[in-house]
T-cell receptor, first 114, second 113 residues
Framework: KQEVTQIPAALSVPEGENLVLNCSFT??????LQWFRQDPGKGLTSLLL?????REQTSGRLNASLDKSSGRSTLYIAASQPGDSATYLC?????????????FGTGTKLQVIP | DAGITQSPRHKVTETGTPVTLRCHQT?????MYWYRQDPGHGLRLIHY???????DKGEVSDGYSVSRSKTEDFLLTLESATSSQTSVYFC????????????FGPGTRLTVL
């Protein structure tokens, strides 16, 4: 059974700092990994999708990497801003236990302090 | 933002009553999903659909049923609501099942008393 872990559960940083969020998964047989942000009381907003054949994806100040062999992904946020405050979730789509099986981590709650 | 709406957005009901949640999309995406989000558990898949009248179970499907009679609508029904089904329910869509981004709706907060 795939398990997805995100550590730390919460993180507080001063504005302008570069930061890394971590996501680890136990089963490396995956199709892709997706990073989301969730604002309080809102749905999930997709940030980046990395296919299993890719090593990284970039969008603006965000860069996500994937290392399937070690079961890890990182989300790098450059020059953090207060507007980046949210909960960040990673989700792994596996290819065992059902084609549509997506396993979510429980998230890292980020607070960027002005 | 992807055109996904959920209704109702909030609902309070009593144990034993039937409840139906609706997800509506304007993107003509083939795949639709129902998740629930609970503290400490993250999001868990309830059911999904890969086309009109084509549905399958997710990991927490007990007590839930779904229907999809049109591409744009995916209904989640709690036949007899229980307090353990108090949760936030999210609908998601994707164009291709395994290789495409999932887009999420705004969620429905359901409280079962």
């Amino acid at each position: 059974k795939q398990e997805v872990t995100q550590i730390p559960a919460a993180l507080s940083v001063p504005e302008g700092e570069n930061l890394v969020l971590n996501c680890s998964f136990t089963d490396s047989a995956i199709y892709n990994l997706q990073w989301f942000r969730q604002d309080p009381g809102k749905g999930l907003t997709s940030l980046l999708l990395i296919q299993s054949s890719q090593r990284e994806q970039t969008s603006g100040r965000l860069n996500a990497s994937l290392d399937k062999s070690s079961g890890r992904s990182t989300l790098y946020i450059a020059a953090s801003q207060p507007g980046d405050s949210a909960t960040y979730l990673c989700a792994v789509r596996g290819n065992s236990g059902g084609y549509q099986k997506v396993t979510f981590g429980t998230g890292t709650k980020l607070q960027v302090i002005p | 933002d992807a055109g996904i709406t959920q209704s109702p957005r909030h609902k309070v009901t009593e144990t034993g009553t039937p409840v139906t949640l609706r997800c509506h999309q304007t993107e003509n995406h083939r795949y639709m999903y129902w998740y629930r989000q609970d503290p400490g558990h993250g999001l868990r898949l309830i059911h999904y659909s890969y086309g009109v009248k084509d549905t399958d179970k997710g990991e927490v499907s007990d007590g839930y049923s779904v229907s999809r009679s049109k591409t744009e609508d995916f209904l989640l029904t709690l036949e007899s609501a229980t307090s353990s089904q108090t949760s936030v329910y999210f609908c998601a869509i994707s164009d291709e099942g395994g290789f495409d981004t999932q887009y999420f709706g705004p969620g429905t907060r359901l409280t079962v008393l």
